[in-house]
Structure formats: C-alpha cells, structure tokens
C-alpha cells in the first residue's frame, strides 16, 4: 500500500479537567475516504483542528506527506479544509475573488490562482456566479465555495467537516459525487459528519470516536459484515395462527411480521421447521446499516 | 511573497470599492473630530487668537496619529472581525504561516490607509487654512513611526487573538498614542515608542526643518525595536491560541 498522506499518532488534547482527545491514531492513504463518526464533543472536531495544525496537540504528533505542519507550515500546502461551523470564506467577496484570495493565500501564484478558479467555477457550476458576493448566494452554493476553497490549491489531503449539511437533496447527492470523484482522483479525505448515509454511501474505512477515544476503525465492508452476521429477517405470506407464533417466540424470534431470530444458521432451521408448511416470502441474513453500527458501538463503548 | 502582497491589496482595494461609504464615513468622522477641536481651541483662547506656526504641528500630528491609528489598530479590528465571522481559521491555514501573511496584510493596507489620510488632510487643510509644506524625505520618519505602530499592532493584535473583545481598550490607548506622536524627540522621550520619528516628521512638516540622518536613525532603530517586540508577542500568542484552542469563535 502506498504511504499515507496523513498520519496522526498518539494525539492526545486535554482542556483544564476534560480530556478531550486521548491517543488517537490515524492515517489516510492516497485515494481514500475515511469516515470519521462521533457523537457531539466526542471529540471529532478537537481531532480534526489538530490534524490541520490549527490546535497544538498535549502530545502526538501529526505528519501531512511526512512533514510536521506544526514546524513547518511549508506543510499546510498539502492540505484544504472545509471547517465546520465556519463560514471558509469572505462573505463581502465574491466567490472568483474568494477563490483568486485563498489560492494565492495558499502559495499559488496570481495568475495560477486565477486560472485554477475560473476552472474550478466551471466543474462545479458556480459560473453564474463568479461576481455575485457571497452573502448573497445561496446556502448550497456557499457550502460548494466552501469546498472550492479548500480545493483551490489542488492538496493532496481533504478535511470535510460536515460539507453536506443542510443542503437540499439535489445539490447533497451532486456533493457527494464531487467528493467520490476527488477521492477517485488520488486525494486522501477525512469525512466527518453526522449523516450516516453519507458516512455509508462515500466511505472506504469507518473510525469511531467515543468520549475521546477511537473505538472502531476498520473498513467499510468489514464492518457491516461483522455487525451483519448476527439475525435473521423472516418474512411469511400470511399471518400465522396463534400456536406457531407461540413456538416462534419460544425460540426467541421476536417481531409481528417481518419476524427477527437471532442466532446461527443451525438454529434457524428449528425456526423454520416451526413455521412448515406455511408459505414462506423471505429468509434473509439480517442486513444493517452504518447509523445501526454507530449506535451500537457508542451504546455499547 | 510579492503575489500574495497584490492579493492583500486587491482585497483592500475592493472592500474600498464595494462599500465607499466607510471610506466616507472614516474621512468624515476624523476630520470633524479634529475641526471641532480646533474650533473648541479657537473658542477658549478668544476670537483675536492667532495658532501660527503651531496650527501646522498640531495637524500634522494630527494626521500622523490617524496615520498611526490605522497601523495600531487594523491588525486587532481584523482579527476580531474574521473571529466573529469565522474566517480566522482558514487565514491560519496558509503555509506562509501567520506572522508573513500579517506582516504582509500590513504591508498592503498602507496604501490604502495613506489615501485616507491623505483625503483627511486635504479637508483639514482647506476648513483650517493650514499650508503644509510636503518635503518627499518627509516620508521616511513616517515610514519610521509607522514601523512602530505596527509593532504595537501587533502587541494589541496579540490581546485580541486571546481574548477576542479587546474593542475597548483599543479605543482608549487612542489616547496615548496622541501623547506618544506629540512627545519631544529628545531625552528619554526617545525611548517611547514612535516618538523620535513623530517628532522629526513634525519639524520637517511644520517648520520646514531638513531631515537630520541622526534622528533618522534613532527612530528607525525604535521602529525596529518595537516591530520586533510586538513580532515576539504576537509569535507567543500564536502559540497559545493554538495550544488553548482560541482561533475558533467569539
């Protein structure tokens, strides 16, 4: 596997008598998008601050392309961040002017900045836009600008702080793609959010942060498949009679229709056998979702 | 370095453009505070009263300390502002690294802040009557207490990093920048802050007076003094406000 883009050990941040992050590591890798899930001050955005060199850390370390972006700010070049709870750009500029602003901010040239905005305008529909102030757009078209702006310098490493809320569902999905694309491209993305269905549809790995500690992090698919493999969805084509449902719940299948069994696929058949010959309309290993996952784990942790 | 100079300005240049009436409403406000207090002046000492020679001293210290106003007191407006509007993050995110892209905003908002006090000047002289004899050396003391006012900028730019509402205190060490730009240039007056390069500016301004290579030199070696201290107190606050967290919010 190729080096990580970003790396982050041990990082640990306390504020007076609350430790707010405690020995996380991280590491993104070129092409990836990590989904970085945690409830309100579980730490995601102390992490996050951290890794764009915005908040020295108690300890740790954070390496962007190898280089400490504490001693050397050089290393910031390698970096855009849309920051959540922020408004990322001039609300009196225009976006082209935004766009010219923080290119040149980040170290390129006039005439590069200028180039690589109208370019970046174009791809994402902000044309009509380019000598509109900021204030007057709207929100959707602000959070896009957003994104432009952390992607004016063309780093190799993104930090999206919650980029897709409260967008309406057309401009989300057009988000979405964007950042699939990104990642498609060789850049290395961070995603936090709370919308789990963002979480699901764009992330290769998932990292859980709970109380300041990462409880979970491993692969996508890894994950729902661990969390997957313990029910059952049992659907008849009729509603039993009383004294089958009798025997189901004697054997712990729980639910009105679609019924849940948890358990291994030997006991199931016991399950079945107590449903023959009822007609049958679906037996299924229980699927579950990232939303379900996050629950569990921050239930659980 | 030299692009990021021309986007700073252009930044200034266009918030200028885009919103003339604030530019309006400093020229405004500076020179009717200065008018009545020459009227006031004017009032107290009787109606036969005569400022002479001291009428041009006073205005060019008056238009030194709006000069040096702007230089003490942009950097800390300007990060109060990106605080509260939540842009201050993104400026910390540049690899030229705070002090640089500070330095250079600076740097840049001098030209436009000299067409203010340029602006200022022209009414002043024409409401008063005043005649200022401009000697293009003169721009070289200026050059000195304005080095100087930025390090106390940045001394204040400090203050306002950590602690956000320094609006305040801004507004009454006003004063002590008129004291400062109106101390003799001798002495241990030397040793305050902008005071040798006020007064050198004053008595080639004012009286004509040639530009004194000795003078020169202590008020740049002030200048530099201070610039370097606020540098070194604003480099420390950087520190903290990153270790405490304080870049974010109001």
Redesign the interface.
Known sequence: MARPYLEAHGLYKR?GALEAVKNVHLTLHPGEILAFLGKNGAGKS?TV?ML?????PDRGEVHLLGKNP?RE?????H?G?V?E?????????TPL?NL???G???????AA?RKRAWELLEEYALLGKAHT?VRHLSRGMQQKLALL?ALIHDPEVLLLDEPTLGLDVETALLMRDKIRTLAQAGKAILLTTHQMEVAEALADRVAIIHQGEVVVEETKEGLLARFAGEHYVLELEEKPPLEVIKQLRALGVEGEGPFFFRGNAQALWQVLEAVKPLPLKKVAKGETDLLEIFLKVVGHA | ML??F??EF??NL??LR??PLELLGAVVTLSVIFYLLFLGARFLAGPGAEFGGRLEAVLVGYLLWTFALFAYTSLSFGLMEEAQ???L?????????PIP?FLVRNLSGLLTQGLLVFLIAMVLTTLTGARLSFHPGVALPFLAVLLGGYGLGFAMGSLALLYKRIGQLLGLSQFLLLFLLQAPGTGPFLLLPMAPGASLARGMLAQGAPLDVWGLLVAFLNAFLYLGLGLFLFGRAV?RA????L??GY
């Open positions: 504020f102390t601050k764009s060199g915005l908040l020295l504490f700010p050089l290393a910031l070049k970096l961040a920051l709870g922020n408004r990322n750009t001039y609300w009196r500029l002017e010219v602003y923080f040149v901010a980040r170290g390129l040239r006039l900045a102030e702006q | 692009d990021l021309l986007a252009g930044r266009l918030s885009r919103y509007t939540g842009t993050e993104q400026v910390f995110l540049s690899p030229y690294g892209l520190h990153k270790k405490q967290g870049l974010h």
